[in-house]
């Protein structure tokens, strides 16, 4: 099982970034898949959850989860970004029943994506 996350960067507040995390080992349609941030200093947080048969939510009305699942990718769509959304962003599979924003229910990680939003 691997997941690589892409598409972090440096941004001015209200600009906007798509993230992208490649699955291998996984089938997307399987296993609740997510998007989690930690800040420095901070606990990983829950941003967005996609549940085996398409169903999202999200924390923020400005991040739109979605998936690609003949490529084996996740995509979290952020807009209107703020400097508080700064953090590095990964990606998690769940691989169990169910789907929620508890990271320490999902079992694979990624290596994580950078993203920062400067004021």
């Known amino acids: 099982v691997e997941l690589v996350e892409s598409g972090g960067g440096s941004v001015q507040a209200g600009e906007s970034l798509r993230l992208s995390c490649t699955v291998s080992?996984?089938?997307?349609?399987?296993?609740?898949m997510g998007w989690f941030r930690q800040a420095p200093g901070e606990e990983r947080e829950g941003v967005a959850i996609?549940?085996?048969?398409g169903g999202a939510l999200s924390v923020e009305d400005r991040f739109t989860i979605a998936r690609d699942n003949d490529k084996r990718i996740l995509y979290l769509e952020m807009h209107n970004l703020k400097p508080g959304d700064s953090g590095m962003y990964y990606c998690?599979?769940?691989?169990?029943?169910?789907?929620?924003?508890?990271?320490?229910?999902?079992?694979?990680w990624g290596q994580g994506t950078q993203v920062t939003v400067a004021s």
């Open positions: 998690a599979a769940r691989g169990t029943y169910g789907c929620d924003y508890d990271p320490a229910r999902f079992k694979s």
């Open positions: 080992g996984y089938d997307l349609t399987a296993t609740c």
């Open positions: 996609m549940g085996p048969s």
